[in-house]
């Protein structure tokens, strides 16, 4: 029989391993009933395969799990789903053609009889408790496909109360939520408490943690490195155990003050048919943060400027030489680089090694007679990897293997290697964890005092007010407005960034002797 | 690697159950035919290996192989202006080309799919073939008065069965021990310079690394400032030239142009060795002697079925089995990862599981 004071799911000594990395050494954990344990961790320190090894996706190599004071052993995730234990993906798995009571109960539809019957009205009947237990006000006919993320979010975790679970784990829940819907997730969260469900929450976000947890495992490279209870947490005592020491200083800022000579200059652009067009200048050894929410055309105006997009008008010119526009070679020549947002799909060549993909933008200059130059290749390989400290056994291993944090630095290398005169980082630290974050910090602001114009793109308020020397705010596809130094305040950007005000001088007129 | 050495035992053993099935298969006659289609077949695996690695495919090969040959046999057979062969060569492989580039901005800059683009082509060229020719079969024979030396020319480029006393000292040697003299096609020669200039190509040059990138990733090819609408229209180029090349070896060795039947289903047979060579069609996979090994097992395949008498019609059942045979036992490796199961234990695992 259960026992109330013996924890729920204790699993003890969980090792595993993939080609070439040991993601999991010898990690213990306990759950209790209706507790809410938060499980963080730098990227790559195994918080994911731990959580893949309870839902039931991978097979640990060695270790014991208990279950109920039962030993189980998990195979599969329908053995998971019969113990009571529900994985939710970081990336929705949602059948959108279907609506909301037909995802809840999808491969478990109550048949008349032969399969191909299904007992619509039963599950929509069905759905109808499950949505008011989590005080959701959707009609359960809705189709997922017209769904927010938070409210996808929350047709997940109905389903996994519909399958009666007694734990429910969230990989990174509130990644693309909204503050509005994170607050209605905490409320559901507790709700869960309550009702005795155990949640294993797994965060990037230390002020999440603080709110949501009544305890806390901290993993460092795929071992156990500590653990708090909801008293201890705080920043420090968090970023100490994740990273294994004090971080000195978060956002590094030894780059000069005053930048004055102008690199870029971006006038009239524009890419789509009825907008503003858009103009600004970048400063050599300047780094300008650039907000605006989701959508307003921060990336495209990236692209545009980076040649992937096609503009419709405009100009920019490098040191006051035009560059055409449309060509990403003309850019590459001119000395501008993007390092694009979406790095698995756009930034990296995954099932190739770290040495092909720091090499694939300059082997136009490592060949002899078009002929691949394979010392220089690699010279240039070693020298980006103690430059940048990628963290990675060989050079041959594939990027696709390495941690979040790793991989980006591979992208930032790749453009190391040919002196920039501008780069654009779009959100050059998401899904990066705290260490690779201060190191990436580090690296913007030594381009900046090697006289790099750094234009950084970020949803991260934090990180614009911490690292910029000028923002630019977009709204709805136009430069909404641009604060300096000494006018910067959270409040601001926000009110440009929802289009509340706006700042007249959009251009930097005050720069730039020529041009 | 370990899937080459697999794919290389493979040949191997079709090899010793083929030359221990019949003596016939044994004779230099056999192996001359053999090398032959090997070189023939061989040059277009290589043409639609090099497309399928850049995530690329054409479904029109085969009807260009058609229409090359058409073409070839129309041009050498005017009346009004007596072609001679080699400008009309050029003039065919120059418009193979061009059928590649045709695909090639389709896909890249029209945003058709592959799919779609090649299997138009497909119809459009056999069409045009069919069209050209008047659907009559064309022969050369009797036709060929404005180059008199037509046959013999043919003959030195085509079946040269010693390519041009290359190989006396080899078959000299080869006497003294009473060994049968050996012979090597044109086509395999060519075949080989193809390969050695491919797998430079390949695994040498910038343009190989460029399409293995593209293969693998084309979004992230393109942010590393690749050009790579031009490498994946290069890629239709050197295909379709690859097909037209063919198409002028047919001519060399049947005389005629056959509309309906010159390069039917070869495109097929092309991916066939080039998958069975460990390309991958998803793309970004796969190297030149891998293609290789899978043209020649392509090739010997029918061979061995029919020195084992299994009727003509089978020729198809057996590529496609050792095809789907060849994929599982991939997928098997692939997924093996670190559990030591043999291989085919572990391809009886997964037909297992699939009952549960």
């Keep these: 029989m259960s026992h109330p004071n013996h924890p729920l799911l204790d699993a003890q000594g969980i090792c595993k391993s993939f080609p070439g990395v040991q993601a999991l050494q010898n990690v213990s954990l306990s759950l209790n009933r209706g507790e809410v344990l938060a499980i963080v961790g730098e990227n790559g320190a195994g918080k994911s395969t731990l959580m893949k090894v309870f839902g039931g996706v991978y097979t640990p190599d060695a270790g014991r799990i208990t279950f109920d004071d039962h030993r189980v052993v998990i195979p599969n995730v329908d053995r998971a789903q019969k113990l009571g234990i529900v994985l939710i993906h970081q990336e ?54 017209n769904l927010s993320i938070g409210q996808k979010q929350l047709v997940e975790i109905a389903r996994a109360l519909s399958l009666k679970s007694r734990v429910i784990i969230m990989d990174e829940p509130t990644s693309s939520l909204t503050q509005r819907e994170t607050d209605r997730l905490y409320e559901v969260i507790r709700d869960l408490k309550r009702d005795g469900i155990s949640v294993l929450y797994i965060s990037h976000r230390l002020k999440e943690v603080q ?115 449309g060509r990403v070679r003309r850019a590459v020549a001119a000395g501008v680089y993007l390092v694009p947002e979406d790095r698995r799909g756009q930034g990296l060549v995954l099932e190739a090694s770290v040495s ?46 390495l941690s979040g944090g790793n991989q980006q630095k591979v992208v930032l290398g790749k453009w190391l290697g040919r002196s920039p005169r501008v780069l654009i980082l779009d959100e050059p630290t998401r899904g990066v964890d705290v260490g690779a974050k201060s190191e ?17 793109i970020s949803s991260d308020l934090e990180e614009i007010l911490g690292m910029s020397d000028r923002v630019l705010v977009m709204h709805e596809g136009r430069l909404a407005g641009e604060l300096d130094l000494a006018s910067l305040s959270e409040a601001l950007v926000m009110r440009l960034a929802t289009g509340a005000g706006t700042n007249k001088s959009a251009d930097c007129t005050e720069t730039g002797p020529n041009l | 690697m370990k899937k080459y050495l697999g794919l290389f035992a493979f040949l191997l053993v079709i090899y010793a159950v083929l030359l221990a099935a ?102 459009i060229y056999r069409g045009l073939t069919k069209w050209m020719t008047g659907d009559q079969v064309q022969g050369l024979s009797g036709q060929m008065q404005h180059v008199p030396s037509w046959d013999a020319w043919t003959r030195a480029l085509y ?48 343009y190989g690394r460029y399409f293995y990138a593209i293969g693998n990733n084309e979004n992230a090819a393109r942010y590393s400032g690749v050009s790579t609408d031009l490498y994946k229209i290069l890629a239709y180029v050197l295909c379709s030239g690859s097909a037209a090349v063919y198409g002028i070896l047919h001519v060399m060795q049947a005389q005629s142009a056959t509309p309906t039947q010159d390069g039917a289903n070869l495109e097929l047979k092309a991916i066939a060795g080039a998958v069975l060579g460990g390309c991958s069609v ?69 037909i297992l599981s699939l009952g549960k």
């Design chain 2, 22 to 123: 019949d003596p016939a298969a044994r004779s230099a006659y056999n192996h001359f035919n053999l090398a032959r289609r090997v070189g023939m077949e061989g040059i277009v695996c290589i043409g639609a290996g090099l497309l399928i690695i850049t995530g690329g495919i054409d479904l029109s090969l085969g009807s260009v192989v058609g229409f090359s040959v058409a073409l070839t046999v129309t041009l050498l057979r005017r009346e009004d202006f007596a072609w001679q062969p080699f400008p009309a060569m050029l003039v065919v492989i120059l418009i193979g080309g061009f059928i590649g580039l045709v695909n090639g901005v389709l896909v890249t800059k029209v945003r058709v799919q592959a799919f779609v683009v090649t299997l138009c082509g497909m119809f």
């Design chain 2, 282 to 350: 998803r793309g970004g996979e796969g190297n030149v002697i891998g293609i290789v090994i899978g043209t020649t097992i392509l090739v010997l395949l029918p061979n061995l079925s029919l020195m084992l008498e299994i009727p003509d019609f089978m020729e198809f059942i057996v590529i496609g089995s050792a095809l789907l045979l060849g994929a599982i036992l991939d997928e098997a490796l692939r997924s093996r990862e670190r559990v030591s199961l043999s291989l085919v234990s572990r391809v009886f695992h997964s």
């Design chain 1, 92 to 145: 929705l798995n949602l059948a959108e053609n279907l609506d909301i009571a037909g995802n809840i109960f999808l491969g478990r539809e109550p048949t008349w009889g032969g399969p191909l019957r299904l007992v619509r009205r039963q599950i929509l009947k069905d759905a109808e408790p499950i949505l008011r237990r989590l005080g959701v006000s959707l009609s359960p006919r809705q189709r997922v496909a």
């Design chain 1, 211 to 325: 709110v949501v947890a009544d305890r806390v495992v901290v993993l460092r490279d795929g071992r156990n490195a500590g653990e708090l209870t909801a008293a201890e947490i705080n920043h420090d005592s968090l970023v100490r155990l994740m990273v294994g020491r004090e971080l000195k200083q978060f956002f590094q800022r030894t780059h000069p003050e005053k930048a004055t000579r102008c690199v870029l200059e971006v006038k009239g652009l524009h890419w789509k048919p009825n907008q503003a067009p858009i103009s600004f200048k970048l400063n050599a050894g300047e780094i300008v943060g650039m907000a605006g929410l989701i959508g307003a055309g921060r990336t495209e105006l990236a692209e545009t400027i980076f040649g992937i997009r096609k503009a419709l008008a405009g100009q920019i010119a490098i040191d006051g030489k035009p560059v055409r526009l």
């Design chain 1, 440 to 456: 990436i910090y580090a690296l913007m602001d030594r381009f900046a005092g090697s006289g790099v114009a750094v234009l950084m």
């Design chain 2, 159 to 206: 079946s040269n069965r010693d390519a041009w006393g290359l190989l006396k000292p080899v078959n000299y040697l080869l006497g003294q021990f009473g060994v049968e003299p050996i012979a090597v096609p044109v086509s395999l020669i060519l075949f080989l310079f193809l390969v050695l200039t491919a797998a430079v190509f390949l695994h040498f040059s910038v």
């Design chain 1, 356 to 401: 092909d993909n720091l090499s694939l933008p300059s082997l136009d200059r490592l060949q002899h007679w078009r002929f691949v130059a394979l010392r220089r290749v690699r010279n240039l390989a070693e020298e980006m990897k103690q430059r940048l400290n990628i963290r990675t056994p060989t050079l041959s291993q594939r990027v696709g293997l």
